[in-house]
């Protein structure tokens, strides 16, 4: 149980253009989903925190208008790198609270290349 | 804020058994998570901590002394599949956001 699917899990797109990826829950109801960024061999570092119905919560220093966080269901999350420029090539990964002895459950990953 | 320290990179053989330690300093507390990822993956959870001791979870062990702020994660039996990176991660509360430490690259030689 307790499973994220992140969508896609590789995408190459052209500079200015705009990437949008997705993450559902699929036995459960994720009320409250993460956004994290992960450069080759550093850690995970969290972009933003998005709650069903509301505006997302960005970490300093992540552009809210570049990252568009939409959260508009209980079971879908997603995140549209606007204007993708090159040094966006990263591995964006979710994850939920699942409110259970579950913990939290990251989605596989989605590899971004802009070139 | 938070912080989270750990060791960037441990070698061991087969067989061995691996030590990750992980201090943190952090404005609130609500435990203390070990996570693996392999190369081009997620991360997985393999253990969590909220009071002080030692959970054991198959040749996984976590370790939390909250006076401390310390906790390690045990690797015993080590086995190739277990080259990976470990993370620790700390959260101020159920369901908030958990802050990861800068990871462990674990590499198991034959």
């Known amino acids: 149980g307790a499973v994220v699917s992140q969508h896609p899990s590789w995408v190459i797109c052209k500079s200015g253009t705009s990437v949008k990826i997705e993450c559902r829950s699929l036995?459960?109801?994720?009320?409250?989903m993460f956004w994290y960024r992960q450069f080759p061999k550093q850690s995970l570092m969290l972009m933003a925190t998005?709650?069903?119905?509301?505006?997302?919560?960005?970490e300093q220093g992540v552009e809210k208008d570049k990252f568009l966080i939409n959260h508009a269901s209980l079971t879908l999350s997603t995140l549209t790198v606007t204007s993708a420029h090159p040094e966006d090539s990263s591995f964006y990964i979710c994850s939920a609270w699942t409110g259970s002895n579950y913990g939290y459950t990251f989605g596989s990953g989605t590899r971004l290349t802009v070139v | 804020g938070q912080s989270l320290e750990q060791p960037s990179e441990v070698t061991a053989v087969e067989g061995a058994i691996v030590q990750i330690n992980c201090t943190y300093q952090t404005s609130g507390f609500y435990g203390l998570s070990w996570y693996q990822q392999h190369d081009g993956g997620a991360p997985t959870f393999l253990s969590y901590?909220?009071?002080?001791g030692l959970e054991e979870t198959g040749r996984f062990s976590s370790f939390l002394s909250r006076s401390d702020s310390y906790g390690y994660l045990l690797l015993q039996e080590l086995q190739m599949k277990d080259s990976a990176s470990y993370f620790c991660a700390v959260g101020v509360a159920a369901g908030n956001k958990l802050t990861f430490g800068g990871g462990t690259r674990v590499l198991v030689k034959p």
């Open positions: 901590n909220a009071l002080d």
């Open positions: 998005s709650n069903e119905g509301s505006k997302a919560t960005y």
């Open positions: 036995d459960f109801q994720a009320t409250t």
